[in-house]
């Protein structure tokens, strides 16, 4: 297995614009995890999926923020507008529910200017 | 906010010394997992202890947990200087849900 898989690595974008995270959970895990790491505010939990349903959005930070996973093997985070502030690693996580081990992906390096 | 928060915030020790991280939480777990985090990687698990468990080893780790002080340890043995990194202390209670404490950046110098 390839591992979690997130798309894309890097992303430079301006003030205002919509920015599209994407990730490919391992097959078979049926839990899936945002977090987004800053230097201020370490690793936040933003949202998780179980069976592709949303449990927990507490996280996420305001309506300008939504995650969609329309089917087992694809899920979606979507900043629209961005804002310099945003500018942060987002990890996208999976796990098979019930074991709570996390396999992370590599992350996405968004930069809002 | 954050469950946990790991003590020291950074460390730098010698290749062959040994590295202890601390980590305490606020509420009641029912896991405590910890990850490290290589610079510009995502997270790697290491080791889960549950919360009717004291202590837990795995190679040159050594994890401890105290439920009643709600805290946790993270001791690396004869450390490397592959070992420099950032390690994390995660907390569950119950649910799939993960929070992560601020974390130790660990420097071992060759």
């Known amino acids: 297995d390839a591992g979690v898989i997130q798309s894309p690595r890097h992303e430079v974008t301006e003030m205002g614009q919509e920015v599209t995270l994407r990730c490919k959970p391992i097959?078979?895990?049926?839990?899936l995890f945002w977090y987004r790491q800053t230097m201020m505010r370490g690793l936040e939990l933003l949202i998780y999926?179980?069976?592709?349903?949303?449990?927990?959005d507490s996280g996420m930070p305001e309506d300008r923020f939504s995650a969609k996973m329309p089917n087992a093997s694809f899920s979606t985070l979507k900043i629209q507008p961005s804002e310099p502030r945003d500018s942060a690693v987002y990890f996208c996580?999976?796990?098979?529910?019930?074991?709570?081990?996390?396999?992370f992906g590599a992350g996405s390096r968004l930069t809002v200017l | 906010s954050q469950q946990g928060e790991e003590d020291p915030q950074a460390l730098s020790i010698q290749e062959g010394e040994n590295a202890t991280m601390n980590c305490s939480y606020k509420?009641?777990?029912?896991?405590l997992q910890w990850y490290r985090q290589n610079s510009g990687r995502g997270l790697v698990h290491l080791i889960l202890?549950?919360?009717?468990?004291r202590e837990k080893h795995s190679g040159r780790l050594r994890v401890t947990l105290d439920t009643s002080k709600k805290s946790s340890s993270l001791l690396i043995t004869a450390s490397r200087a592959a070992d420099t990194a950032s390690y994390f202390c995660?907390?569950?209670?119950?649910?799939?849900?993960?929070?992560f404490g601020t974390g130790t950046r660990l420097q071992v110098f060759p």
């Open positions: 509420t009641s777990i029912n896991n």
């Open positions: 995660a907390t569950d209670q119950n649910t799939d849900k993960l929070i």
């Open positions: 097959s078979g895990h049926n839990s």
């Open positions: 996580a999976s796990s098979q529910s019930g074991a709570n081990v996390l396999t």
């Open positions: 999926f179980n069976n592709n349903v949303p449990i927990d």
């Open positions: 202890i549950r919360s009717n468990e």
